[in-house]
């Protein structure tokens, strides 16, 4: 990569995002606090517009307290609160086993380590990853399309999967980054960084920037 380090793009792309309006960022500052709303919030996002991820999140949330709470809903009844999300109905199996899968084997309690939530039925890789950076503030790396995109666009890494760019990011992306650097590409990635045509003329970063297999931008 040609031009500063990480840590002058890192800071213009937190005051950029900061100006965004965007449900991403409602869902980041909902998720900090609680580390079963992060988990369930993530849970319900695979495949789902963020807009519709918060409006279920929310009715869901407004029932809905801690794990033990799911017990005292039918499968149908979840179906209903998170109602439109993909996958809804898959999703609502996977939360109706979920205190089921926690009183079993983590003491009641959301793990705090990657290994562990990846046991849960409906958590992969990039779910665990968010909750040990968002919730526990644990270094965890969580790589979705925005950000493997944006780190191979920018010239940062060179991979082909979002799992070759987890393992890239964990070896060269200095620690103090990466519980923030999932939201804060996921909110550039929407607005200015798209994957198709990106508005490079806006662009904050555009002169630090190697414009990987950008063909056309606005």
């Given at each position: 990569m040609k031009g500063p380090p990480m840590g002058t793009i890192y800071a213009l792309l937190k005051k950029e995002v900061s100006h965004y309006h965007v449900p991403v960022v409602d869902l980041m500052e909902m998720q900090t606090h609680d580390p079963f709303k992060v988990l369930v919030t993530t849970m319900l996002s695979a495949r789902t517009k963020d807009e519709t991820t918060l409006v279920a999140a929310k009715k869901l949330f407004a029932q809905v307290h801690k794990p033990a709470d799911l017990e005292f809903f039918s499968l149908k009844q979840i179906e209903k609160l998170i109602y439109p999300v993909g996958f809804y109905r898959t999703k609502a199996k996977h939360l109706k086993k979920l205190p089921?899968?926690?009183?079993?084997?983590?003491?009641?309690?959301?793990?705090?380590?990657?290994?562990?939530?990846?046991?849960?039925?409906?958590?992969g890789r990039k779910t665990a990853n968010l909750v040990v950076a968002v919730a526990f503030k644990k270094p965890g790396m969580c790589v979705d399309t925005h950000v493997h995109r944006i780190m191979n666009r920018l010239g940062y890494v060179k991979t082909k999967t979002p799992h070759e760019t987890e393992m890239a990011l964990r070896k060269k992306l200095p620690l103090q980054y990466w519980e923030h650097i999932n939201s804060m590409l996921v909110a550039f990635g929407q607005n200015t960084c798209r994957p198709i045509s990106p508005w490079c003329s806006r662009c904050v970063i555009k002169k630090y920037c190697n414009q990987v297999g950008v063909s056309a931008c606005r």
């Open positions: 089921e899968t926690l009183n079993a084997f983590f003491n009641s309690r959301i793990p705090e380590e990657l290994d562990d939530l990846m046991k849960i039925d409906g958590v």
